[in-house]
């Protein structure tokens, strides 16, 4: 696996309602909250570099009105006095929140905009599920010089592949 590691703070079932919140209402506040118990945990990671984000579909942008993975990138590395910087782009505009799990792990794929040559990166989302989308944004990251790639979302939520 591409992704060296991945910290999350809570169960996705236990925030849903403030996240989707915070998403589709933009409620920032809640996410200055929710970030609050994750911070600590990313303090002792190995040097870190530069905090990028999981690229949102353009969609979801126009629908929301903002991006929300870059607000989030941008809100921890103030919080941890770190660079950050948006390197990654969508190689296609794929929306995962439909899509089943086979989908999901087959797509989507990401291209890294920067030489990231010995750096060590943290990789921000607001929710894992499969983390293929983390895993393929470490890949793109790694394949443009990243050292290490550290992961951190505010929730994550193991998908259950479903037996027919």
């Avoid at 990671?45 to 607000?71: A, N, W």
Wanted: hydrophobic letters at 40%; proline letters at 2%; glycine letters at 2%.
């Amino acid at each position: 696996m591409d992704l060296d590691s991945h910290i999350w703070a809570y169960d996705y079932q236990e925030i849903k309602q403030l996240l989707i919140n915070a998403k589709y209402k933009q409620e920032f506040a809640k996410y200055r909250r929710l970030i609050k118990p994750l911070v600590p945990r990313l303090v002792n990671l190995d040097d870190i570099d530069l905090v990028v984000c999981v690229p949102t579909s353009q969609m979801h942008i126009r629908e929301r009105g903002f991006d929300h993975s870059q607000y989030l990138g941008r809100l921890i590395a103030k919080k941890l006095s770190l660079k950050f910087n948006s390197v990654l782009e969508q190689a296609h505009d794929f929306v995962q929140v439909s899509s089943d799990i086979k989908t999901r792990q087959r797509l989507p794929r990401y291209i890294c905009t920067k030489n990231l040559s010995n750096s060590n990166i943290l990789l921000i989302d607001d929710v894992a599920t499969t983390k293929t989308s983390l895993i393929r944004c470490a890949q793109a990251l790694k394949k443009s010089g990243a050292n290490r790639v550290d992961s951190a979302t505010i929730a994550y939520q193991a998908m259950k592949i479903k037996n027919h």
